[in-house]
């Protein structure tokens, strides 16, 4: 049975520093490929170092939303 066309691309968030980081693309995925809702194929082509376990699918051409810092903490103020 020949492999269906991908459908969204794969990517993991990596940090780089505490508050900062930028997506990769690692694969691409399926959606509902074979006509069972809900299901996702995901074929993963490299993970990066420190790989968190969270993946997002976005639809092929277009990008990832830009990575949001996480708050920082009181009193953990710059400079």
Known sequence: MPKPPATHTA???KMEG??????????????GSDG???????????????????ILLVPIGTKPPEPVPEPERPGE???
């Open 18 to 31: 505490r508050t900062t980081g930028r997506w990769l693309e690692i694969g691409t995925s399926n959606i």
């Open 11 to 13: 990517f993991v968030l």
């Open 77 to 79: 103020g710059r400079g």
């Open 36 to 54: 069972v809702n809900g299901t996702h194929n995901v074929d993963i082509d490299r993970l990066p170092l420190g790989f968190g376990g969270h």
